[in-house]
T-cell receptor, first 113, second 115 residues
C-alpha cells in the first residue's frame, strides 16, 4: 500500500534555530498538507499546497513557516526560527482528491529546547 | 472555536459487541466527514467517510451515520475487536470539488476493546 514518508521521525533543536521537516507524498497525489498536534491537543491544520503554490493556510502558519516542493517528489516544511511552543508532532498528508481521504505520514516529533 | 466536538474522551467495549463513537459539528458549511484511527507514534489512518448528501455509509465492520439536522455523526464498529483499540478522530471539511480542503478535527475518543 502506498505510504507518505516523513523524515526525521524525531528532531531536537535549540530555540531560534531553523528546522526543515521532510515528506515524500504518494506519487500520484495532487494535494499536500501539513498538520500538527501539540501534546494533549487536537490535530490542527497548518497549510495546504496544490499546483505548486499554497492553497490555504491557518493562523498558525505565520511568516516563520514556509513550504516547498523542490523537486516534484519531496514536500518540506521549514520553520525559520523555532520557539518552545513549536514543539509538537508534525504530520504531512497527501490526497488524490478529497473524497478519497487523506493519507498521513507517521509524523516528525519536533522538540524545541 | 470547537467546530468539531467529540464529547467522550474514552470508551470501553467488550470484544464482539458494538462500539459507537459520536461526533458533533457546528459549521453548517461542512459537507464531507471522515473518521480516522490513530495508534501512538503513528499518523492518523483513514477509516471511512461520508458526504453530506448521504445519511449512511458502510465498509465492512464500519458504518458511519450522518444526521444533518442534528449536526451529528456516529461511527459504529460491529463486531469490535481488540485490534480496534486506538484513538478515533472525527474530521470535517468544506469547500469546492477541486479544492485542497483542510480537515477540522475533533479531540478524539480513546476506544478500548476488552477481550
Amino acid at each position: 500500500e502506498p505510504e507518505v514518508t516523513q523524515t526525521p521521525s524525531h528532531q531536537v533543536t535549540q530555540m531560534g534555530q531553523e528546522v526543515i521537516l521532510r515528506c515524500v507524498p504518494i506519487s500520484n497525489h495532487l494535494y499536500f498538507y501539513w498538520y500538527r498536534q501539540i501534546l494533549g491537543q487536537k490535530v490542527e491544520f497548518l497549510v495546504s499546497f496544490y499546483n505548486n503554490e499554497i492553497s490555504e493556510k491557518s493562523e498558525i502558519f505565520d511568516d516563520q513557516f514556509s513550504v516547498e516542493r523542490p523537486d516534484g517528489s519531496n514536500f518540506t516544511l521549514k520553520i525559520r526560527s523555532t520557539k518552545l511552543e513549536d514543539s509538537a508532532m508534525y504530520f504531512c498528508a497527501s490526497s488524490e482528491e478529497y473524497r478519497y481521504g487523506y493519507t498521513f505520514g507517521s509524523g516528525t516529533r519536533l522538540t524545541v529546547v | 472555536d470547537q467546530q468539531v466536538k467529540q464529547n467522550s474522551p474514552s470508551l470501553s467495549v467488550q470484544e464482539g459487541r458494538i462500539s459507537i463513537l459520536n461526533c458533533d459539528y457546528t459549521n453548517s458549511m461542512f459537507d464531507y466527514f471522515l473518521w480516522y484511527k490513530k495508534y501512538p507514534a503513528e499518523g492518523p489512518t483513514f477509516l471511512i467517510s461520508i458526504s453530506s448528501i448521504k445519511d449512511k455509509n458502510e465498509d465492512g465492520r464500519f458504518t458511519v451515520f450522518l444526521n444533518k439536522s442534528a449536526k451529528h455523526l456516529s461511527l459504529h464498529i460491529v463486531p469490535s475487536q481488540p485490534g480496534d483499540s486506538a484513538v478515533y478522530f472525527c474530521a470535517a471539511s468544506a469547500g469546492g470539488a477541486g479544492s485542497a480542503r483542510q480537515l477540522t478535527f475533533g479531540s478524539g475518543t480513546q476506544l478500548t476493546v476488552l477481550p
